[in-house]
Each structure stands twice: as C-alpha cells, then as structure tokens.
C-alpha cells in the first residue's frame, strides 16, 4: 500500500483516510 504511488492511494480514498496518501 505505501509502497503504491498517490494515484493508487486516490483509489482506496478509505484506507487512505487511515494511512498518509501524500507520502
């Protein structure tokens, strides 16, 4: 998952909620 770049974490807007999309 953090491994994914910001686009992917757009996707998953849930789980982002929790981890830190702009990493």
Sequence with gaps: ???H???S???HSR???RTP???
């Design 21 to 23: 999309g702009p990493m």
């Design 15 to 17: 789980r982002v909620a």
């Design 9 to 11: 974490a757009t996707r």
């Design 1 to 3: 998952m953090l491994c």
């Design 5 to 7: 770049p910001d686009q």
